[in-house]
Each structure stands twice: as C-alpha cells, then as structure tokens.
C-alpha cells in the first residue's frame, strides 16, 4: 500500500513546509502543486497574456519544465497571478494528471495545495488541512517578505491574502475546501516546529487508526 498524505490549505499556512517536513520523516517524495500553478502564472506574463483570459492562461500550461526553477516562482507578485489562472476549468485540467501520476508514484508520496484531498487524491491515505488566521498568515508572509529585502506594508499583504481566500474559496473549479475526512490543524499560534511535530503526530495517529505502518 502506498503511503500518500495531502495537505492542503490557504496561502501562507505554513502547508508547504509541513508537506516537505512530513515527506522527509516518511521518506516520501514531494510535489508542491501550486508551484505549477505558479509556473503558469509567470508563463503568462514572460508571454504578455492576460491571466484572466482562459486562452492565454491555458497556453501557458505548456510552460517550459526549467521554469519550474525560476526563482521568481516565489515571488509575492506570482502568487497574485496563480490564484488568478486556477481558477480557470482548462488549466486545472491540464495540470491535473501531473499531479496524480505523482500521487500514484511507487513508494507514495506528500502532495501540498488547496485540492489535493478533494479533487487531486481523494483515496489519499492521511489528509490535512492545514491553515491560520489571516492576521498570522500576514505577519509570517511580512517577515519572509523582508528576508528576501521587500518590504511590502503588512496590510497590503494582510489585503492581498484575504482576496486570494476568497477567490480561492469562491472558484467554481476545485475550490479551496476542507475534505470531509480531513485532519485540521490550526498553527494560528505554532511556530514552523511545532506546526510539524504537531502535523506528524496527527498522520502518526491517522495511520495507526488505519492499521498502517509506513515502511
């Protein structure tokens, strides 16, 4: 049985760090899917589309693979334009089987995004959604802003994340939606430590209830 575990949840949960923690103490490959998303977003721009144009946005999924390593990928800008080209029903299409051969890999696998337990791996074996409030969600995406040297004024960021929810939210393709036999975790007030002791503990739990051992 392959150990597949997904996580998902909003911006800046701290979901991606989790995910490649877990895939780590389980010995697990990982695949960050919104870096795809990501990927297309700053496709469409090299390209001067228009991310809300499903053409344009659906063109860019056939984005070059070395764009994946595009440092630029994580900047704030072209996470703005992410969130905008997912909502779009031909680009999840389009990225969708990407995604599940991953999932489906030998050996399992950790998939973090905002569908994964819905929509990418519904048969997943642990699920979580992982999330916090927008208030610390903002504070943390500021003072990695800050690292990388921009400066970016906590409210607009604070602004910015409340959009992306509900326009995450509010999709009528794949929406960002708990699963139903999801885990939660809240890391509102944990520190990116105590967010993966936590969440291994929780998959730990998860497995024992399913009498799983990963390998």
């Known amino acids: 049985m392959n150990l597949v575990i997904a996580v998902d949840g909003p911006t800046a949960s701290g979901k991606g760090t989790i995910a490649r923690g877990l895939a780590a103490h389980y010995g697990?490959?990982?695949?960050?899917?919104?870096?795809?998303?990501?990927?297309v977003g700053r496709q469409v721009a090299l390209t001067g589309g228009d991310p809300d144009d499903p053409l344009d946005a659906e063109r860019a999924t056939a984005f070059p693979a070395i764009l994946l390593d595009d440092p630029f990928l994580r900047d704030e800008a072209v996470g703005a334009l992410a969130s905008r080209v997912s909502v779009h029903k031909g680009v999840r299409a389009a990225l969708l089987q990407r995604q599940r051969d991953f999932a489906r890999q030998p050996g399992g696998a950790v998939l973090d995004g905002r569908?994964?337990?819905?929509?990418?791996?519904?048969?997943?074996?642990?699920?979580?959604?992982?999330?916090?409030?927008?208030?610390?969600?903002?504070?943390?995406?500021?003072?990695?802003?800050?690292?990388?040297?921009?400066?970016?004024?906590?409210?607009?960021i604070r602004a910015?994340?409340?959009?992306?929810?509900?326009?995450?939210?509010?999709?009528?393709?794949?929406?960002?939606?708990?699963?139903?036999?999801?885990?939660?975790l809240d890391n509102s007030d944990l520190d990116a430590r105590q967010s993966l002791a936590e969440a291994i503990r929780l998959v730990d739990a998860a497995l024992a209830r399913h009498g799983v051992r990963p390998d």
């Open 115 to 156: 569908d994964i337990g819905t929509v990418v791996a519904p048969d997943a074996t642990v699920k979580l959604f992982v999330t916090a409030s927008v208030e610390a969600r903002a504070a943390r995406r500021h003072a990695e802003m800050l690292r990388r040297g921009q400066d970016i004024p906590l409210e607009t």
């Open 160 to 184: 910015d994340l409340a959009a992306r929810d509900a326009r995450d939210r509010g999709r009528a393709e794949a929406p960002l939606v708990e699963a139903v036999d999801a885990i939660l």
């Open 28 to 39: 697990l490959s990982h695949l960050d899917t919104g870096l795809l998303y990501r990927a």
